[in-house]
């Protein structure tokens, strides 16, 4: 059987055709047998892969659900429907879903994959009223950053390790209740087999060995990918001596960190000092 080749710049919408047929052809089914899945005929779905059709938010979920993409394609569904993310970001999401490690620092904000529906809106909204931002890419940015996080549900699950500044924990975004209940989130999280949350305090002070916000993820074969922003955009790194001089860094960092059990006491005492105050 002749398989019609795509050609990935044809249009917006190829890469996802790419995408879908790629990983339905790896598990073995035929379009007759995935398009009742996606709730659609075997023509809609082969007009789809051929990027002769966009594709639906809900086929994307769907397409994630039987092939157990875990995420990608809603994520990648998202990069071409949604401007509103920081160009480079949506690269990087997709990557991470597929990634055997997560390691992430981050320095005043609690991590995306981290955060709590209520606390990522806080930060959007807070950007709306500041007028970066329109209500309507307010609310696109908060699905993104949730679908992101189906990956922490993925089976096998990634191992995920994340440093926080002491600044994520003392910054009150959302207000009280939101802070409280994002704290507990993150306590909830360390409980996980999987998950890996250290603080890093200030008392650390020139020792800690980032400046800035940084992203590692290993692949399944293995290869270490970096991720930075700017103000503009966000990149991939690729290059092996600068990755390697980013995780030896990060390593150097869980070492001064506080342990795990010292970090979730500290987070639990910062969550008991917000409880506390007077409202």
């Given at each position: 059987?002749?398989?019609?080749?795509?050609?990935?710049?044809?249009?917006?919408?190829?890469?996802?055709?790419?995408?879908?047929?790629n990983?339905?052809?790896?598990?073995?089914?035929?379009?007759?047998?995935?398009?009742?899945?996606?709730?659609?005929?075997?023509?809609?779905?082969?007009?789809?892969?051929?990027?002769?059709?966009?594709?639906?938010?809900?086929?994307?979920?769907?397409?994630?659900?039987?092939?157990?993409?875990?995420?990608?394609?809603?994520?990648?569904?998202?990069?071409?429907?949604?401007?509103?993310?920081?160009?480079?970001?949506?690269?990087y999401?997709?990557?991470?879903?597929?990634?055997?490690?997560?390691?992430?620092?981050?320095?005043?904000?609690?991590?995306?994959?981290?955060?709590?529906?209520?606390?990522?809106?806080?930060?959007?909204?807070?950007?709306?009223?500041?007028?970066?931002?329109?209500?309507?890419?307010?609310?696109?940015?908060?699905?993104?950053?949730?679908?992101?996080?189906?990956?922490?549900?993925?089976?096998?699950?990634?191992?995920?390790?994340?440093?926080?500044?002491?600044?994520?924990?003392?910054?009150?975004v959302?207000?009280?209740?939101?802070?409280?209940?994002?704290?507990?989130?993150?306590?909830?999280?360390?409980?996980?087999?999987?998950?890996?949350?250290?603080?890093?305090?200030?008392?650390?002070?020139?020792?800690?060995?980032?400046?800035?916000?940084?992203?590692l993820?290993?692949?399944?074969?293995?290869?270490?990918?970096?991720?930075?922003?700017?103000?503009?955009?966000?990149?991939?790194?690729?290059?092996?001596?600068?990755?390697?001089?980013?995780?030896?860094s990060y390593d150097?960092?869980?070492?001064?960190?506080?342990?795990?059990?010292?970090?979730?006491?500290?987070?639990?005492?910062?969550?008991?000092?917000?409880?506390?105050?007077?409202?």
């Amino acid at each position: 059987m002749n398989k019609k080749k795509i050609d990935p710049e044809s249009s917006p919408w190829a890469p996802f055709g790419i995408q879908l047929r790629n990983s339905r052809e790896a598990r073995g089914i035929l379009q007759e047998e995935l398009a009742p899945l996606l709730e659609c005929s075997a023509s809609h779905l082969s007009y789809i892969e051929l990027a002769h059709r966009p594709p639906s938010r809900k086929l994307a979920e769907l397409a994630d659900i039987a092939l157990d993409t875990g995420g990608t394609m809603l994520l990648m569904w998202y990069q071409l429907k949604n401007a509103a993310i920081l160009e480079g970001f949506p690269e990087y999401a997709r990557y991470e879903a597929l990634a055997e490690q997560i390691r992430i620092f981050e320095i005043n904000l609690v991590a995306g994959l981290l955060q709590t529906r209520a606390y990522a809106t806080a930060i959007q909204m807070g950007d709306v009223r500041q007028g970066g931002s329109t209500q309507e890419l307010a609310e696109e940015r908060i699905s993104f950053r949730l679908a992101r996080q189906q990956v922490l549900e993925r089976t096998p699950p990634p191992l995920v390790h994340v440093v926080l500044d002491e600044s994520c924990l003392r910054r009150v975004v959302g207000g009280r209740d939101v802070m409280v209940e994002q704290l507990l989130h993150l306590e909830q999280l360390s409980a996980r087999p999987n998950v890996v949350i250290q603080v890093a305090p200030f008392s650390l002070g020139e020792n800690r060995p980032f400046t800035q916000m940084a992203h590692l993820l290993t692949m399944p074969n293995r290869r270490v990918l970096a991720y930075g922003e700017t103000e503009q955009r966000g990149y991939i790194d690729r290059d092996i001596k600068s990755v390697a001089a980013l995780a030896n860094s990060y390593d150097r960092l869980a070492i001064e960190a506080l342990g795990r059990a010292e970090s979730l006491a500290f987070i639990r005492a910062a969550r008991r000092d917000l409880e506390w105050m007077s409202t």
